[in-house]
C-alpha cells in the first residue's frame, strides 16, 4: 500500500447515527475491531471459523483451508462470489493465434516472447489435453510448439508434487518441458 493512502472500505451496514439510516458510505477501516465493522454475530463466526484452521499442525485439506480464509467466510456472510484478483489474466491479441485467455503474467509474457521470436505455439487447447492414469485426472499443458512438437508448462516455482512431472512419466515419449521464474529470466522473457 503507498505510504499516504487512507485504507477505506465499503461498509453497507453502517449507519448514520444523525439520521438513522443505512447509508451506505465509505469509511475507514484503521484501527477499528471486527465488531465495529461488521457487529458481534459476524465477527464472533469468523473468529470461530479461522480458529478450526489455525491450530497446531494448520488445516489438513484444500477445502478446509478455503473454508478457513478469512476472504471465503467473508463472502459466505455476504453471499457475494470471490474472484481471485492477485493473479494477471485476460486476453491477448497474438500475431499467429488471434485472441487468447491467459491465467498469469509468466504466461502473458511467455506468449509475448513466442510472437517476437515468430514461434509456432498453441495455447491450452485439445491438442494439449493429457489423461494422467496414475491419478486419475486430465492434465492440460500451457503451451505446444508446432515446430518444434515441444509442450511447455509454466510455473512460477517448481513444486516437486507437480502434476507436470507425472505427465512426463506417463508421457515419456513426448517432448516436455517446465519453466518456472529463473528459466523465464535466464532466456530473457522476464
Not at 120 to 128: A, C, L, P, V
Not at 134 to 150: G, P
Not at 151 to 178: A, C, T
Amino acid at each position: 500500500m503507498r505510504k499516504g493512502k487512507k485504507m477505506t472500505y465499503f461498509n453497507p451496514i453502517w449507519i448514520n447515527p444523525r439520521k438513522g439510516k443505512k447509508t451506505g458510505k465509505v469509511s475507514s477501516r484503521k484501527g477499528k475491531t471486527w465488531e465495529e465493522i461488521y457487529g458481534k454475530e459476524k465477527a464472533n463466526y469468523m473468529r470461530i471459523n479461522i480458529r478450526k484452521g489455525t491450530g497446531p499442525r494448520g488445516p489438513h485439506t484444500e477445502e478446509d483451508k478455503k473454508k478457513c480464509s478469512l476472504v471465503h467466510i467473508l463472502n459466505e456472510i455476504n453471499n457475494t462470489p470471490h474472484y481471485n484478483s492477485y493473479y494477471k489474466n485476460g486476453n491477448y491479441h497474438s500475431k499467429n493465434n488471434g485472441q487468447v485467455w491467459f491465467r498469469s503474467s509468466y504466461e502473458l509474457a511467455v506468449m509475448k516472447y513466442f510472437d517476437k521470436k515468430n514461434i509456432e505455439w498453441i495455447y491450452e487447447t485439445e491438442k494439449n489435453k493429457f489423461y494422467l492414469s496414475a491419478i486419475d485426472r486430465w492434465y492440460l499443458n500451457d503451451f505446444y510448439l508446432t515446430k518444434e512438437d515441444t509442450y511447455i508448462q509454466i510455473k512460477g516455482r517448481i513444486i516437486p508434487e507437480d502434476k507436470f512431472f507425472v505427465f512426463q512419466k506417463e508421457y515419456s515419449d513426448l517432448n516436455s518441458e517446465m519453466w518456472d521464474s529463473k528459466i523465464l529470466k535466464d532466456k530473457g522473457i522476464l
